[in-house]
Every structure is written in C-alpha cells, then in structure tokens.
C-alpha cells in the first residue's frame, strides 16, 4: 500500500468518525465501529475480513483490562458514597496545619482521582472547597480550579483510571503496567506544583468567597485586600457533624492496597530476575495482576467503607458502579477494534516508515493528535483512547521509540483543552459559578492548557536521558 493512499484512508476514518460524534445521535462506540469499517473498506481490507478483524479486537482489548474497568468503578462508586473522599481532603488538610489549602486539596484530588471519574470527585470535594472558602476566604476560584486540574492529572495518565489503562492496553503488552503507573505518579508531582502556582494567580484575579450565607460573590476592592489576609489564618474547616465518615486508613487503604500490589509485582520482577518461577515469586505475581489487584481493592472497599450497610444497600451500590462502568467499556473495546483495522491493513507499518524518514518529534505526534481530538470531540477518555488505537501500532514499528513515553504523551495532549463540549467543564464552572467567559478561557482554560504542555514537555526532557 502506497503512503498516499494510507493517508488517505485514514484520514476518512477519522473525519467520519468525528463528524458523527460531533454531528449524529450516535454513541461513541457505534462511530468508533464505523469509523473502523470506513478505514478497512478505504485501506483495501477484504470485506469478509473486516468483523472478524472488529470483534477480535474488541475482544483482545477488553481480555485485559474490561474486568479492571468493571472493577474501578464499583470501588470508586463505595468511596464516592461512603465520604471517605472527603475524609481523605481532610487528613491533608490537617496535615498541611491549615495553611496551604489549594496545596492539600489539590494533592486530594491527584490521590482521590485515580478510582473516581474526574467528575464525581469534583462533586464530591465541592462542599469542602466551599467550605475552606467560606471559613478561610480563599479565593474560591483559586480553589476550585487546582482542584479540578489536579483531579484531571491522574484521571488523565495513572491507571486504573479507564482512560490511561485503555492507552495502555493499545501497546499490547509492550508496557508494563506497575512501571507506567509509577512513572505517571511521578510525573505528575511537578505538575501539582505547577497547577497550585498557576491557580493562585488565577484565583487572585477573579476573587471569588462564599460568604456567610452560603452564597457565592465577587469580592473586589478593599474587601479583597482584607480577605486576602485573613486567608493567611490557620483555621481548620471541620467535618460536618451530621454525616458519617470512615477512618483515615478505611480511606485511604482501598487505593494504595492495589497500587501497593502492582508496584510490588513490578519490582520484584525487575530487582529479582533470578528467582522467576519460584513460589513467592507466582504469588507476587498473581496479586500483583491488575484484575486480582483491583478486585481485592473492592473487597478492602466493601468491608473497610460499607461495613455498616446493609447487604441489599451494598449490591445496590456495587450495582451502580457497574453501570457507570459500561460506557468506557464499551468505548475501549470499540477503540481497539480500530486499531486493530489500523494495524491489520498495514496503514500502520506504511505510516511509520514514512515518519521514520522525517524529522519530526515523534512525541509529538500522540500529543497534538490527542490535543486536536479533545478540542473537536470534547471527551479526553475518547480523544486518548483513539489517539492510542491509531499511533500505538506505527509507533511499535519504529526503532527507538520510548513507548511508555509516547503512552503518557497521549494522555497530555489529551488535557491540553476543556471547553464547552466538555462535560467536566460544566461540572467546575457551573459548581462553582465560574460563569464568565474571561475566567473560563483565561482561567481554567489557560492553566489546564499549560498543565498539559508542561507534562509534554517534561517527559520530552525525561526522553533526553533515558
């Protein structure tokens, strides 16, 4: 197959893919479907080949991580209704000594977003960062937005969240999955810095309080002034009396056992190479698999957050998370029936040699690709997963290319904008009445904009040296 026709081919794939999501009542998967079908028929695939080629993609994709997914949500969705999200917000409250809220929120919301969708927690931290407003007078605006940005970070680039584990998945075994959840956590420490810096500006701009009627205002003048010192103040909001709320280790315990487990399986593979297919090395190696990691999660979230719910209350629970679970599914298996057309018609191996030849970096093709995606499209899980199922099989077949670097690449650009097809960004403004447009493109948008090119240009740093 020549170069242009690959292009070519591609190309109609992916504008009919965008135009019906963009355009048509059709749901992400069903276009996903489609679009694969329009690039194999495009590319020169046999018609009998192509749901043969479909269905074994979507199932290869899903063999691995559709239990992970499954699983995420339903722990997620037992923190999300027993508060011990908030418990965690205010452990670190507390461990900042009521200073530095933006900073204990925003390490919060990195912790808290890796097993709850972005948008949930957000919901979920909401009355906290009213009420640290309200009691302190921080800027809520300041508040709100490294929270959401922070949030965003790990929702967007460390697994289990959906979206980087299907990234993941797209590479076909050639990252290993400890290692790149290490990696992104590592990554996104300087980020965090980043966000908080960037939003405090932001939140200095256009100051925002809750005042003593629960009602959000602008505060300008000398008001402003006074406020800005009294948020100085060490005072530590309390948690509300009239709710329940589970001990800092029930809390905490349901994410760091899994990631605990995969890191661990990790390591001892990379520090005990010898002792493979020893006893303890099976076991390691058995708890340490994503699918039994997450799963004893869930049981750590069931009896360590639900132990005071009744049975019924519990299935009821578990039951909505596996409900909110469906659509991703169904969206990274659909993604990697695409990559798998992709791969299969040989756009991919064309494709490479071509961008082999050029002197292009090849970083950044994951990264604008997935930036353009999330601009037109609106959904980083979808502008992530997509990128991943097209650029996963050319970057496999270029010598010297870092994949677990190209993987995290994705996953920024992917965050590079949040405007109004974003669901997200209606999520923050409207919580918290970021209503202006000023503060939406030039507040969030720019620091959610920077945060993302900042993560890109870090691991194009870290790509120097290793």
């Given at each position: 197959?020549?170069?242009?026709r690959?292009?070519?081919?591609?190309?109609i794939?992916m504008?009919a893919l965008i135009?019906?999501i963009m355009?048509?009542?059709?749901h992400p998967?069903?276009a996903?479907v489609?679009?694969a079908?329009?690039?194999g028929?495009c590319?020169g695939?046999?018609l009998?080949?192509?749901p043969?080629?479909i269905?074994g993609g979507?199932?290869s994709?899903?063999?691995?991580i559709g239990l992970v997914i499954a699983?995420g949500?339903?722990?997620?969705q037992?923190m999300?209704?027993s508060?011990?999200?908030?418990?965690?917000?205010?452990?670190?409250?507390?461990?900042?000594?009521g200073?530095?809220?933006?900073?204990?929120?925003?390490?919060?919301?990195?912790?808290?977003s890796?097993p709850?969708f972005?948008d949930?927690?957000?919901i979920?931290?909401?009355?906290?960062?009213?009420?640290i407003?309200?009691?302190?007078?921080?800027?809520?605006t300041?508040?709100?937005i490294a929270t959401a940005?922070c949030?965003e970070?790990?929702?967007?680039?460390?697994?289990p969240t959906?979206?980087?584990?299907?990234?993941?998945?797209?590479f076909q075994?050639?990252i290993d999955?400890?290692?790149?959840i290490l990696f992104?956590?590592a990554?996104?420490?300087?980020l965090v810095i980043?966000?908080?810096?960037l939003s405090?500006?932001?939140?200095r701009k256009w100051y925002k309080?809750?005042d003593e009627?629960?009602?959000?205002v602008?505060?300008?003048?000398?008001?402003?002034?006074?406020?800005?010192l009294?948020?100085e103040?060490s005072?530590i909001?309390a948690?509300d009396?009239?709710?329940?709320?589970p001990?800092?280790?029930?809390?905490f315990a349901?994410i760091?056992v899994?990631?605990?487990?995969?890191?661990?399986d990790t390591?001892?593979s990379?520090?005990?190479?010898?002792?493979?297919?020893?006893l303890?090395?099976?076991?390691v190696?058995?708890?340490?698999?994503p699918?039994?990691?997450v799963?004893?999660?869930?049981?750590v979230?069931?009896?360590?957050l639900a132990?005071d719910?009744?049975?019924?209350?519990?299935?009821?629970?578990?039951?909505?998370g596996v409900e909110?679970?469906?659509?991703v599914i169904?969206?990274?298996?659909a993604?990697g029936?695409?990559?798998n057309?992709?791969?299969s018609?040989?756009i991919?191996d064309?494709?490479?040699?071509s961008?082999?030849?050029m002197?292009m970096?090849?970083l950044?093709l994951?990264?604008?690709?997935?930036g353009?995606?999330?601009?037109?499209?609106g959904?980083?899980?979808v502008a992530m997963?997509?990128?991943?199922t097209?650029?996963?099989?050319i970057?496999?077949?270029m010598?010297?290319v870092?994949l677990?670097?190209?993987?995290?690449?994705t996953?920024?650009g992917?965050?590079?904008f949040?405007?109004?097809n974003d669901s997200?960004?209606?999520v923050l403004t409207?919580?918290f009445?970021?209503d202006?447009?000023?503060v939406?493109?030039?507040?969030y948008?720019?620091v959610?904009?920077?945060?993302?090119?900042?993560?890109f240009?870090?691991v194009c740093?870290?790509?120097l040296?290793f």
């Amino acid at each position: 197959m020549d170069i242009t026709r690959s292009v070519i081919a591609l190309l109609i794939g992916m504008g009919a893919l965008i135009w019906m999501i963009m355009k048509t009542k059709m749901h992400p998967s069903l276009a996903l479907v489609l679009g694969a079908c329009i690039v194999g028929v495009c590319s020169g695939v046999e018609l009998s080949a192509i749901p043969g080629l479909i269905t074994g993609g979507f199932g290869s994709t899903l063999s691995s991580i559709g239990l992970v997914i499954a699983f995420g949500c339903m722990m997620g969705q037992v923190m999300e209704e027993s508060n011990a999200a908030k418990r965690m917000a205010h452990t670190f409250i507390r461990a900042f000594h009521g200073k530095n809220e933006d900073f204990a929120l925003s390490c919060t919301g990195f912790l808290v977003s890796i097993p709850i969708f972005a948008d949930s927690a957000l919901i979920i931290l909401s009355p906290l960062i009213k009420s640290i407003s309200q009691v302190k007078k921080k800027s809520l605006t300041g508040l709100a937005i490294a929270t959401a940005c922070c949030l965003e970070i790990t929702h967007a680039s460390v697994p289990p969240t959906p979206g980087p584990l299907a990234v993941v998945a797209q590479f076909q075994g050639a990252i290993d999955l400890g290692a790149y959840i290490l990696f992104g956590i590592a990554m996104g420490i300087p980020l965090v810095i980043v966000i908080v810096l960037l939003s405090r500006i932001v939140g200095r701009k256009w100051y925002k309080v809750v005042d003593e009627n629960g009602e959000i205002v602008d505060v300008e003048g000398e008001l402003k002034k006074k406020y800005e010192l009294e948020s100085e103040s060490s005072d530590i909001p309390a948690l509300d009396p009239n709710e329940k709320y589970p001990s800092v280790f029930a809390s905490f315990a349901p994410i760091i056992v899994p990631v605990l487990l995969i890191l661990l399986d990790t390591v001892s593979s990379m520090l005990f190479p010898e002792a493979e297919g020893a006893l303890w090395m099976e076991l390691v190696g058995f708890f340490g698999n994503p699918v039994i990691a997450v799963g004893i999660a869930v049981l750590v979230a069931i009896y360590g957050l639900a132990k005071d719910k009744s049975r019924k209350e519990v299935l009821d629970c578990l039951e909505r998370g596996v409900e909110s679970s469906a659509t991703v599914i169904l969206i990274t298996g659909a993604g990697g029936a695409f990559g798998n057309i992709i791969k299969s018609s040989g756009i991919g191996d064309v494709i490479a040699e071509s961008l082999a030849g050029m002197n292009m970096p090849i970083l950044l093709l994951p990264f604008l690709m997935a930036g353009v995606l999330k601009f037109v499209l609106g959904s980083g899980t979808v502008a992530m997963t997509t990128t991943a199922t097209i650029c996963a099989p050319i970057l496999m077949q270029m010598p010297g290319v870092n994949l677990m670097f190209a993987a995290y690449a994705t996953c920024m650009g992917s965050q590079m904008f949040s405007l109004h097809n974003d669901s997200f960004f209606w999520v923050l403004t409207r919580t918290f009445k970021l209503d202006k447009i000023d503060v939406q493109i030039f507040g969030y948008g720019l620091v959610q904009f920077t945060f993302a090119w900042c993560g890109f240009l870090l691991v194009c740093l870290v790509n120097l040296f290793f």
